[in-house]
């Protein structure tokens, strides 16, 4: 098909599962005793909270800011009591202090979403002055909703230096079972968009793209209709592979523009933003509503009722699978985030951040199973590597804590999606070992800074 | 922590394993397996699957998982290098060589380093470069796949058109004489993912270019021999070739280049098993160094690219040098010869008016006979021997009843003052009137120079070779008449004794002369003797005569095939 757009080398296809969740309307859930909302959701340093135990806090309302050093603020995303701020352990294994709130009755816990008597802004309507876009974000406590989680504000923030002609929304979800983002596709297009202008302007760059994978025919249809309302948008149709979602790759496949190593999208004139994180912009400037909610997707094989959900952020894990009719079976794994990436759990208490995309319940038998076997030197985790390294060399290189020569190789290049773990035939759970050298790498370069300090 | 080891993802799997990989690679090998069982009859097949069975059995023990009997050919490993060995072997192999070659592959090649995925060279070439060296005849002894009958491989010398080459009904190894059989399983490989099409691709076009170079058939060479099995199935081979796409593209470059310069320049007829070999060495090498930029690195793929065109254009030019610096030599050197025996016959034949070259049946010793118009003068011979320094060349002159007039001690490295002696007059003069029948006696007449014995022996024997030369030569047609010119037309069926038994050849004459030869049937060297015979009969078309040169290392049969010519032309 022509007008298809795809990265050159490298990637693999994976098994979709998107058929389960594409056609379920988002639902509104509701927290359903208590929320413990975390106070770091974002890259950077951890809000301090703002409220104390015993308060009484309404929903929308600031409970966690830091004015010193990378942030972005949390507010509360139900109307109650505040009971505890207290650490709990994240998705992450990190113990981070949380604002814990006891839900008042239901109907204090809705947020006045978008009234649907206010139509969408559109192409016409004037957009705010850049500082007043940023301010706006700020304080709705924006941050990059595809799972890095940076403050969005200070995305925005252009540098002289290097301006921004293109910003691409990344609508290709490339991970299986996630319906997230093709469900805000179809449901909320305008916004999307309208959201999309507002970057666009505020960055002053000429272009706008709204990219997603032809595996979503849904959202592909309903993005190309609403980009023919706006000039300096349009919708781009990408070819189904793994990662094309990753931010490089994206813009490679896209502009055909390739990010020089260890550099950001801003170096070759582009921003990247996640599809709802687009939406919850539109929101925060032109209604004013702080992100308190996101929509995230539990799916898998074993879910009784897959969907996709709008959610509360402090909403416990468990508290999804029980909305999603519990798991079938009960034999299953729960993976926070998508298969690829995502994290394995036990813990149904572990919250719900604004960068949790979904959860999914795995069956043993589709499960990578880590037996791991030797290494037969296939070459296939080279060959769908994204980024051109050698998986199988740079592994091998930190088990045998040659850390050197795995920076070398480009350990510290590699964007941890997956595909050489999910490719062996050995079965060689090669992700871990890259995130193990990623961790060895960054401790040996704190050690040589501690030793010669400049 | 179980839980936090495996808690990162991916946690969904491709379903690939080890066994699926392996056992795609036996399906891409049926189309060959089945060729060969159709052109070569049942025992094609005991040899393809004993050799695998037999690979599976030897590394049960060896794998550390014993023997198990739900999943006896355990991962598939050894049992496809086993059909891959198979594959490479004669028709006519005896029926203890596929189990001989499985435990050398198995053991050898796979479990000396450390077994699956350890091994630095491939198990299968191992395998095969041993059996090759230890058994030559029962891994060379091809046979026509039409009637059974023992005869070279195109590469050996046979004649055949590209179509049968391609559908493989010529004689080889059971794999790899059909090339439409090997180009389906390599289809399946690729779009299976489990190999890249670099590599073959890349091994064939290092062989085509290396065939231009050296002056062969680019499309011979490809459709010939086992380089197109090789390309698919060897070059492949997952553990011993590297991962890199740059170093795939160099690395099967590399495989296909040294195959043909191995074809082209040693004894051995078929390059791919050390070619290969050595190209499996340096494949660690080229993952290390040929790394392939990674993704973002803009400027760093600019400089390869500048790079890689520098590089080529030095191979290029130092290939340029080399081809004209041996043309150079060649050219020098011929002129140098000539000089050197004109002026040396002048010196002892002032009245010669031609020089022929005969026949010499010591490879060693070149003999030219020395005419004045059509009476012979004499003869001048040349051999090199070793002396106490090094090799020194004996230059002999003889008269026409082939007794000693002079011998000269050329080129040297004998010790000064001393081994020099051999050079005087009075030394020399000695052998004068020497000749073939009592060369025995030079050892005793001959009177050593004291103190250089080494010297002096090396210079008689080197006398002696020369007239033992003479004494065989004798026995061959002396006269000029050894030409062959004023034949009746027709064509000709003679026979003559050659190294292992019969040449028959069939010569034709037109005009008056021989204007082909061709052998019929003949049972040397497959690889060296029919190369000779070839040669040889070139030779004598050329010259229009039976008085040329043998070939060097394959005297008998070449002097077998002149025998032939002269029988088929005796009537004549």
Partial sequence: MPGIKKFPIGGTHLPENKDLTTDSPIKWLNAAQSVAIPLKQHLGVACKAVVSAGDEVHVGQLIGANSEGLSARIHASTSGTVTAIEKRVMIDHSATECVVIQCSNAADQQEPGIDAAVPVKGPADAVPEPDEVRKRVEEAGIVGMGGAAFPTHVKLQVKKDTPIDSIIINGAECEPYITTDDRLMQERTAELYRGLDIIRQTVGAQRGYVACEVNKPAAIKAITEEAERWPQLEAVRLDTRYPHGAEKHLIKAVLNREVPIRQLPMAVGVIVNNVQTAIAITEAVDH????????????????SQPGNFSVPVGTPLGDLVTAAGGPTEDDYRLVVGGPMTGMLTDDYGIPVTKSTSGIVLIRPGEYADRSAEVCIRCGRCVSVCPMYLQPNRITTFVRNEMIEEAEEFGVNDCILCG??????????????????????????????????PV | MSLQYSSTGPHIHSQDSIARTMWSIAVALLPATVVSAWLFGPYALYLIFATAVASALIEMPLNGDG?????????????????????????????????????????VGKYVFGGLGNNIFNPALVARAILLLSWPYQ???????????????????????????FLGNVPGSLGETSVVALLLGAAFLIVRGLISWRVPLSVLGGAAVAAVLFGLDPLFTLLSGSIMFGAV???????????????????????????????????????????????????????RLGADPIFGQVEERKRRVYRAALLVGAVALMALLTVAGFAGRAFVADRYVEAELERSIVAGYPTATRIVQATAYDPQVSIYRVYEDRQLLGYYARTRVNGYGGPMQITALLDEHDKLTSVVVGEHAETPTIGTQVRSGGFLEQFAGFGPDDRDGLLDEVEFITGATVSSRAVISGVERILAARDEDAAAPDEPDAALAD???????????????????????????????????????????????????????????????????????????????EDALSGN
């Fill in chain 2, 233 to 287: 199935f060897m070059a492949t081979d997952m553990v011993t070739s590297p991962t890199g796409k740059t170093s795939h593209l160099v690395y099967g470059a590399g495989c296909g280049f040294l195959t043909v310069v191995i074809r082209r320049y040693t004894a051995y007829p078929e390059g791919i098993t050390f070619a290969f070999l050595i190209m499996n060495g340096l494949a660690y090498l080229m993952d």
């Fill in chain 2, 487 to 565: 034949l009746e037309d027709g064509v000709f069926e003679g026979s003559g004794r050659g190294y292992a038994g019969d040449i028959v050849v069939t010569v034709t004459v037109e005009g008056g002369r021989v204007s082909a030869i061709e052998i019929q049937s003949h049972s040397e060297t497959p690889g060296i003797g029919d190369r000779a015979m070839d040669t040889m009969a070139d030779r004598i078309i050329d010259a229009g005569s039976l008085a040329v040169d043998a070939v060097s290392g394959a005297t008998g049969s070449s002097r077998g095939l002149s025998a032939a010519v």
């Fill in chain 1, 419 to 452: 595909a050489c773990s999910f490719v062996c035939p050995s079965r060689r759970p090669l992700l871990q070992w890259l995130r193990e050298g990623k961790a060895k790498s960054a401790s040996a370069a704190e050690e040589r800074r501690r030793r010669n």
């Fill in chain 2, 139 to 165: 891994i060379t002894r091809w046979v026509s796949p039409l009637d059974g009958t023992t005869s070279a491989t195109p590469l050996g010398g046979l004649e055949v058109g590209y179509l049968e080459l």
């Fill in chain 1, 288 to 303: 004013a509503i702080p992100l308190t909610r996101r929509v995230l997707t539990v799916s898998g094989s074993v879910v």
């Fill in chain 2, 67 to 107: 023997f198990s009997l739900r999943f006896p050919l355990g991962d598939g490993s050894a049992f496809i290098a086993g059909m891959i060995l198979g594959l490479s072997l004669a028709p006519t192999s005896a029926w203890w060589v596929p189990i001989v070659g499985a435990a050398l592959m198995v053991v």
